[in-house]
């Protein structure tokens, strides 16, 4: 590899990783407001958006600039599509975290109904899966990547919980309503983190092994 090649394609792994914990950061930030019912963390979360638009349309510039004057191949060409496909479900996370902000702003504003369903779980689970799968990123480990990948399942059974526990308050308590699809709305965001988390996972399979498993069995086997 030409030495200048490297050298771009490290600072990018550097940018790429940078917007990463930023955006770990914001997710960390929003079940926080979350858990405390926090308006005021809620809008910083929801006015620091732009950071990281701004930082994400900067490294797929810097991805299309080295596709342009390099034109590599192998590796370092899986790298470039890798990075820009985990580039924007980055950005992506960053706008569900924004998401919850502005549903958590909503619910200071009206008298707290409690759920017989804990959100505590579910966003700590998809905090970890984001983690997990930059982990995955940092270190190339592809049985990592494919924990993640199973983690999605336990995910959607808790969005399918949430359901029915919003779907029963609002049988009880109609006139709550709104608060409740908030609520229900809440961990439809949490559940987009995870699947954004299993695509990055799936990224950095591809990027290692050359392998697109998007559409594969999420068993840890071969089978």
Avoid: W
């Avoid at 008298?111 to 995955?136: G, H, I, N």
């Avoid at 559940?191 to 990027?207: F, G, K, P, Q």
């Amino acid at each position: 590899m030409p030495v200048h090649l490297h050298k771009e394609l490290e600072r990018l792994k550097k940018r790429i990783l940078s917007l990463g914990a930023m955006v770990e950061e914001r997710v960390r930030m929003a079940v926080k407001a979350l858990d405390l019912r926090d308006a005021a963390l809620a809008e910083k979360i929801i006015n620091s958006d732009h950071e990281i638009d701004e930082l994400e349309v900067d490294v797929e510039e810097e991805c299309l600039k080295i596709l342009a004057l390099h034109q590599p191949v192998a590796i370092d060409l899986r790298f470039l599509i890798a990075t820009i496909k985990i580039n924007n479900d980055l950005e992506r996370v960053a706008d569900e975290a924004v998401n919850i902000a502005q549903r958590v702003v909503v619910l200071t504003k009206r008298v707290r109904l409690d759920l017989p369903f804990s959100y505590s779980l579910m966003a700590e689970k998809s905090a970890a899966m984001l983690k997990e799968s930059l982990d995955a990123l940092v270190n190339m480990d592809d049985d990592l990547a494919l924990h993640v990948r199973v983690s999605d399942d336990e995910v959607d059974v808790m969005l399918n919980e949430a359901y029915d526990a919003v779907k029963h308050a609002i049988s009880e308590h109609p006139e709550r309503v709104g608060y409740l699809i908030n609520l229900f709305l809440i961990s439809r965001h949490l559940e987009r983190i995870a699947d954004h988390a299993t695509n990055i996972a799936e990224e950095v399979v591809y990027l290692i092994e050359g392998e697109i498993v998007r559409h594969a069995n999420k068993g840890l086997g071969n089978e």
